[in-house]
């Protein structure tokens, strides 16, 4: 069966397109092996320098049936409009993609970059998911 990718505007797919952009940066420099949270502070740098505002550890509520359950924290943010969600694992499981999109459902959010930096190169780590 043909899965068809929704269609995103051009404003968001050049956003996207910046933030794989700055998360290849820091994989280049620092490469795999490192924590989560080492790839995490390295890519709020990397934003920074290029002027993409973010939000790290965005806390969401998670409710059922109309009650809130807890907060869910978010790795980033990007303007508002994209989920990342960093890992530093040996390989993605379906789990990961699981994840990100009950992420996606509770935060509202459309887009989400799944980033796994223990890879040798940083594209075969990157899983696009849109709601």
Do not use: W
């Not at 969401?60 to 109309?66: A, D, I, L």
């Not at 040996?90 to 887009?111: D, I, K, N």
């Amino acid at each position: 069966m043909l899965k068809i990718s929704p269609q995103l505007d051009d404003e968001l797919e050049a956003l996207i397109h910046r933030i794989i952009g700055c998360c290849i940066q820091v994989h280049r420099e620092l490469g795999p092996g490192l924590l989560e949270r080492i790839y995490v502070r390295a890519i709020c740098l990397e934003l920074l320098a290029n002027e993409l505002p973010f939000e790290v550890e965005k806390g969401v509520p998670v409710t059922y049936r109309g009650v809130v359950l807890c907060q869910q924290r978010l790795d980033l943010v990007v303007a508002g409009k994209v989920l990342l969600e960093v890992k530093a694992v040996e390989r993605l499981a379906p789990v990961h993609q699981a994840q990100v999109l009950s992420y996606l459902r509770v935060s509202g959010l459309r887009v989400g970059l799944l980033m796994n930096f223990n890879v040798t190169v940083l594209p075969d780590g990157l899983r696009r998911i849109v709601l």
